[in-house]
């Protein structure tokens, strides 16, 4: 038995580099694998690995004490849930533009699952997605306000569409949380005064409250695209690409120049070959498509002992 792990803290780091070597090592000495972003301003992670090997990297992380307030969310899976391991220093945890923010000092109120579904509905409430247009798409909370964004770090250019909800108590979610921290406080920045947060996101949410009106799938970054949060009350709303039947199936187009993530049925997988248009059938470097259009990338084994001479990009 596997489990994947989600996290994320926002702790100041001195070294991120001598940090992501270490934390590399240790990763790959427990068999994990995953994406693991270091940064100056904290950590963000999501890993698979066995159980037991799991267990053991949670108790490493929660040693430290900088990460005193990490929250691990844990989800059982039958295998890894990626092909390889990659541990990589950024200028943010979560690309945002927003590196001023330090949101372990200021943010939004957080909210557990619990209080955010109590909240949700209410006539003074606006529950706002800060997540990327293909996320929401495929799923999201019922009557939640989206923003049309190709990236979260368009979110800062999105704000202005929010005004008209200042009077209102603004309660945003995301996958795991760490959008949210940076979301809710660039809001309380601009003004909004009754800013709040979905603690632990749509995964803890569904983990804690079962998902309650949350309609459709949650996107994940590792081989399982997608993952059912909603045991109450679930409802697909996604639609094909091609003939616009419902159908809760992501794939990432076969064109590998387009890598559009678009909803597709196995009938229209099959007929386009893992393509999202005729278009994009037709292109000569399209990808073999193998029903599940998905196209990881096979490890290339770096390990930090050995330096960039061994890395295959």
Same mark, same amino acid.
């Given at each position: 038995?596997?489990?994947v792990?989600l996290?994320?803290c ?6 991120p ?52 307030a ?11 849930a ?32 619990? #209080? ?7 006539d ?10 293909y996320?929401?798409n ?37 996958t ?13 920045? #601009?003004?909004?005064?009754n800013?709040y #947060?979905?603690?632990?996101g ?5 983990m ?22 909603n ?5 697909v ?14 794939i ?6 387009c ?5 597709q ?9 893992g ?17 599940t ?12 002992a ?6 295959k990009?």
């Amino acid at each position: 038995m596997y489990q994947v792990l989600l996290y994320y803290c926002y702790t100041p780091l001195n070294s991120p580099e001598q940090f992501r070597d270490d934390h590399h090592r240790l990763c790959l000495a427990l068999d994990l694998r995953g994406r693991v972003i270091v940064a100056a301003e904290g950590l963000n992670g999501t890993v698979s690995g066995t159980v037991a090997n799991c267990a053991a990297y949670m108790a490493a992380v929660k040693a430290d004490p900088r990460f005193a307030a990490l929250e691990f969310k844990a989800d059982a899976a039958r295998q890894h849930a990626f092909q390889k391991l990659h541990v990589r220093v950024k200028p943010e945890i979560v690309h945002s533009s927003l590196a001023h923010l330090k949101p372990q000092e200021k943010t939004g109120r957080h909210l557990s699952p619990q #209080q955010f579904k109590e909240l949700k509905d209410r006539d003074d409430v606006v529950v706002v997605d800060v997540r990327s247009d293909y996320e929401y798409n495929l799923g999201r909370f019922r009557n939640a306000v989206t923003l049309d964004m190709e990236n979260f770090r368009d979110f800062p250019a999105r704000v202005e569409r929010l005004k008209q909800f200042k009077d209102k108590k603004i309660l945003t979610y995301c996958t795991g949380g760490v959008k949210c921290e940076k979301a809710s406080a660039y809001l309380l920045e #601009q003004g909004f005064e009754n800013v709040y #947060q979905l603690h632990g996101g749509i995964i803890k949410y569904g983990m804690e409250a079962g998902g309650e009106d949350f309609d459709g799938q949650c996107y994940v970054f590792d081989n399982r695209v997608a993952v059912d949060v909603n045991r109450v009350n679930p409802r697909v709303i996604s639609r094909c690409c091609a003939c616009r039947e419902p159908s809760p199936r992501l794939i990432n187009c076969a064109n590998p120049h387009c890598n559009a993530h678009v909803a597709q049925c196995e009938s229209c997988g099959d007929a386009l070959q893992g393509a999202c248009s005729d278009a994009c059938a037709a292109h000569p470097e399209k990808r073999p498509y193998d029903g599940t259009g998905a196209y990881p990338k096979p490890s290339n084994h770096y390990h930090p002992a050995q330096g960039l001479a061994s890395y295959k990009a």
